[in-house]
């Protein structure tokens, strides 16, 4: 059984930081991409950034030069360091992996709130 754990989250004002951290655990053969998506309320999930297992990056426009996401791959994690935060980044952040444990397979995280106040 995989599991993916979020961890970081919280309230910071408009221009701080905050550091998510998302650990994949269980019956782990291979981890391709990581990714961090985002849902705030009454919008549909985005994608944030995503990083492959070879370090490649890519983000959202909204996000680029403000966001940064890392991978320790010894330690199966992702990272999104958030700095610059503005309000529109208040939503669940939700953790994505696609996971090889007896089958590829998309994995995700339980969420973890931002909110960012003006």
């Known amino acids: 059984q995989v599991q993916l754990v979020e961890s970081g989250g919280g309230l910071v004002q408009a221009g701080g930081s905050l550091r998510l951290s998302c650990a994949a655990s269980?019956?782990?053969?291979?981890?391709?991409?990581m990714g961090w998506y985002r849902q705030a309320p009454g919008k549909q999930r985005e994608l944030v950034a995503a990083?492959?297992?070879?370090?490649?990056?890519d983000y959202t426009d909204s996000v680029k030069g403000r966001f940064t996401i890392s991978r320790d791959n010894a330690k199966n994690t992702v990272y999104l360091q958030m700095n610059s935060l503005k309000p529109e980044d208040t939503a669940v952040y939700y953790c994505?992996?696609?996971?090889?444990?007896?089958?590829?397979?998309?994995?995700w995280g339980q969420g973890t709130q931002v909110t960012v106040s003006s």
């Open positions: 994505n992996a696609k996971i090889y444990s007896n089958r590829w397979y998309n994995y």
């Open positions: 269980g019956s782990i053969f291979s981890i391709n991409v």
């Open positions: 990083i492959t297992s070879g370090g490649s990056t």
